[in-house]
């Protein structure tokens, strides 16, 4: 504090000397003070200086009180070292107390010159902006966010604004200068009024447009004005990708061979294309993705876009449908304008059967607002105007209701069918599933796809996260074959019911229940071995009994006649053997589910098998019943009243022939059953290699009828 203060003294006394003697020519070195020197200190003004005598030395002090202030107003305070300021000429006066005297010597001065050459106005032109910006008058910019021009604050706290052409060097040259930079969320210039009207209008705007937007819903979709503006319902929700990072390539996907091949071909003419066109081959428009749900059809899309490489859109079918009629065709249209502008690359529609059903069908007639955008897909992929470099990939599990002009080749080309997958692509998937997971080594993939018939890969992704979460459950660091066997039935029966009350006498009724299902299909030639029984309630059921299909059986849908009595006899195995242990008068309700299987199979294979002699080689009682209609109101019966008793009593004894043969085969293997049922209740659960070794004891014959 005390070197300011000799500082500030030393100034003022050198400002007094040379307003009464000529200075020599100023030099040109400057030095500068900040504000702060200043205000910390008690200077004197021009105020209190004239209230005192107009002495020599008070005119000095004035003189150099006002230059002080002159400076102090223009933002900083320069000061010559090695020349004074300049000359006040001032002629001697009396001394006198008149202060008009002073007012008049003070008016005669001339001003101090500053050293601002900065343009006047709040609005600058660039090249004065530029100027200044290198001369280093500009202490800070504001950028518009919208671009277009900029504030600017001067050293000495001027404000201005310059509009800012496209210069891609303006911003090196605000940082080579020293400038601060920043971005202004909106125009910084409306301040105060203008600031609260813009904080009040945009929700007053929002708050309009949801009004009109519910008078619209409310007065019908079919008013004037459109659906365009600011909400934009006819722009296309279709996720874009520039380069596709979907993380997935055909390496990823398993179990769909076929599918693949067709697929890479695809991704070959893209990558290719010259080798098919030097041929004439033109590449497919589209490929329709078909299959039941969880084969693989949305990974098979992420894959062909991952290996592609090309520009990718996906969007689900369901985007396009809304609550006002021609949105979803304005969708349409936007979504193939953007794919055009990127072309070659691929559009991937989900679920198209939510909008390509057939038209002008249904219990109410067509649908206005989806057959509008079907009507505008169908232009959009072979209409007039072409579409050429834009590939459709649609994924369905109902391609029946589709409708005929969406599947015509032209529109789509292919149709890929995703199928479940055999047993060599189970453990292709399953191995693909399992990767990141510590498995045991009694861990055998071929074991598991054999006891997982029909499944398919979302099916096997489940199985196996199914597994890990039970190992985790107990502890384990391991995935072993116990824990995918225990999600296998929890997937397959539903969680097991630890704490249920299960008295002595239900429990061995269960086990006898079980016991005849095993006992008469494994005597049954021709059908499924037995891989685990077991008398542990899971669901709705109180056992339950497993059986291996053939893998063959299954893939190929062909069931012959003897197999399906079998499955009767099996059926009714269980109801057998509570009447043979327990008496006609103990059954219980438990083999409900098991008649209703069979009267089903049983009808099936007199009305539609053909397995009737008396009914012959005709199918009655097909459904020909509409596509959109429930599946009750879809059977109509197609025959007279004296068919209606043939059939009855033909499916009557089918099953009354089932019947019989399993009671001869639990009553000719009555030792077994015991044994088995026993073994049943003191473990719970019975495998396969268990079973078979009680009927190697027992010496148990097959049936042959």
């Not at 202490?139 to 000495?156: H, S």
Request: charged share 25%.
């Amino acid at each position: 504090m005390g070197s300011t203060s000799n500082n500030l003294l030393l100034s003022s006394t050198f400002f007094s000397t040379q307003l009464l003697h000529s200075p020599p020519t100023p030099k040109t070195t400057n030095s500068s003070f900040p504000l702060s020197f200043l205000s910390k200190r008690k200077t004197l003004t021009l105020k209190s200086i004239l209230n005192k005598e107009p002495s020599k030395a008070n005119l000095a002090a004035a003189g150099a009180a006002f230059i002080f202030s002159t400076v102090l107003q223009n933002g900083q305070l320069a000061l010559a070292i090695d020349a004074p300021p300049p000359v006040i000429q001032v002629e001697a006066a009396k001394p006198t107390t008149s202060n008009a005297s002073l007012e008049n010597i003070l008016a005669t001065a001339p001003k101090p010159q500053t050293q601002s050459d900065l343009p006047e106005g709040s609005q600058w032109r660039y090249s004065e902006f530029l100027n200044a910006v290198k001369k280093g008058k500009v202490e800070r910019v504001r950028f518009n966010k919208e671009g277009g021009f900029l504030q600017l604050t001067a050293v000495n706290g001027v404000k201005a604004t310059v509009t800012v052409p496209n210069d891609p060097d303006l911003i090196d040259i605000l940082a080579m200068n020293g400038v601060d930079i920043s971005v202004s969320e909106g125009d910084s210039n409306n301040g105060g009024l203008f600031s609260i009207i813009g904080n009040l209008f945009f929700p007053l705007l929002a708050l309009t447009g949801l009004y009109f937007l519910f008078r619209r819903g409310q007065g019908g979709a079919g008013g004037p004005g459109g659906l365009g503006g600011p909400m934009e319902f006819g722009k296309s929700k279709s996720k874009f990708q520039e380069v596709p990072e979907t993380g997935v390539t055909f390496a990823d996907v398993a179990g769909a061979d076929q599918a693949k091949l067709e697929l890479q071909e695809v991704v070959d003419f893209l990558k290719n294309p010259d080798k098919y066109t030097a041929l004439g081959a033109k590449i497919p428009k589209g490929c329709l993705l078909v299959g039941p749900p969880g084969t693989g059809k949305t990974l098979l899309a992420k894959a062909v876009s991952g290996e592609a490489g090309v520009p990718f859109f996906s969007c689900a079918a369901s985007e396009f449908v809304e609550l006002f009629v021609g949105v979803g065709a304005s969708r349409v249209r936007d979504l193939f304008e953007k794919a055009k502008a990127k072309a070659p690359c691929i559009v991937f529609i989900d679920e198209i059967d939510a909008v390509g059903r057939q038209r002008g069908t249904g219990m109410g007639g067509g649908n206005d607002e989806r057959e509008q955008t079907i009507n505008q897909l169908l232009t959009e992929m072979d209409g007039f105007s072409g579409n050429n470099g834009v590939i459709i990939l649609a994924a369905t599990n109902r391609p029946d209701v589709l409708d005929a002009a969406l599947l015509r080749p032209g529109r789509f080309d292919r149709q890929v069918t995703v199928d479940r997958p055999d047993v060599a692509g189970r453990v292709k998937i399953l191995e693909v599933h399992s990767r990141g997971k510590a498995l045991a080594k009694d861990v055998d993939f071929d074991k598991i796809a054999r006891r997982t018939p029909g499944f398919t890969g979302a099916d096997l992704q489940n199985l196996m996260n199914e597994a890990a979460i039970f190992a985790a459950r107990r502890d384990l660091k391991e995935i072993s074959k116990d824990e995918i066997s225990d999600a296998l039935e929890r997937i397959i029966a539903g969680p097991e019911k630890k704490n249920a009350v299960v008295s002595e006498d239900k429990k061995k009724l269960v086990a006898y229940h079980e016991a005849g299902h095993a006992l008469v299909g494994a005597l049954m030639p021709d059908y499924d071995a037995v891989a685990k029984i077991s008398i542990i309630p899971r669901g709705q059921a109180g056992g339950l009994t497993f059986f291996a299909p053939s893998e063959e059986r299954l893939e190929s849908g062909l069931y012959s006649r003897s197999y399906l009595e079998n499955q009767m006899a099996v059926a009714l195995g269980g109801r057998v053997a509570e009447e043979v242990i327990f008496g006609k008068e103990g059954v219980t309700t438990g083999a409900s589910s098991d008649f209703m299987q069979v009267s089903n199979v049983a009808r099936q294979m007199v009305e539609r098998f053909g397995f009737s002699k008396k009914i012959g080689q005709i199918a009655i009682g097909g459904g020909g019943g509409n596509t959109f209609l429930g599946q009750q109101m879809s059977t109509q019966k197609d025959y007279s009243m004296a068919t209606a008793d043939i059939v009855d009593s033909e499916v009557r004894e089918l099953v009354d022939k089932a019947y019989a043969r399993a009671s001869l085969l639990i009553e000719t293997h009555i030792d077994i059953l015991h044994s088995l049922a026993q073994l049943l209740i003191e473990k719970e659960t019975v495998d396969g290699e268990e079973f078979m070794s009680l009927f190697i004891d027992g010496q148990a014959e097959l049936y042959v009828g």
